[in-house]
């Protein structure tokens, strides 16, 4: 059972950069063939797409955030980061890590991680 778990600060200063780690147990993210992958909420709003790494370590990123969003991993830590750079207040959101057979669905889910961006 792939358990997930996001860690990182709660609160970034607009204009820096947001970094968030998921510590992934129960697997591997070389060996099992899932993407490991970035997801969003910002309060009121729904779920956003932002960005995943493969288990070969290709990387998909989505558009509106491809020019501040970078997806990385640490195969030595089987784990996986997440940096968005350029904060602003509308990056406040509840940050979710999640991994699936497909880009676009998710058969674990980590429990989420709330970051505010303000000054």
């Known amino acids: 059972q792939v358990q997930l778990q996001e860690s990182g600060p709660g609160l970034v200063k607009p204009s820096q950069t947001l970094s968030l780690t998921c510590a992934v147990s129960?697997?591997?993210?070389?060996?099992?063939?899932?993407?490991w992958t970035w997801i969003r909420q910002p309060p009121g709003k729904g779920l956003e797409w932002m960005g995943a790494?493969?288990?070969?370590?290709?990387?998909f990123y989505s558009p509106s955030l491809r020019s501040r969003t970078s997806v990385s991993r640490d195969t030595s830590k089987n784990q996986f980061t997440l940096q968005l750079s350029s904060v602003t207040p509308e990056d406040t959101a509840v940050y979710y890590c999640?991994?699936?057979?497909?880009?676009?669905?998710?058969?674990?889910w980590g429990r989420g991680t709330q970051v505010t961006v303000s000054s």
């Open positions: 999640a991994a699936g057979e497909t880009l676009r669905h998710f058969g674990y």
């Open positions: 790494v493969s288990f070969s370590g290709n990387t």
């Open positions: 129960g697997g591997s993210i070389t060996t099992n063939s899932y993407f």
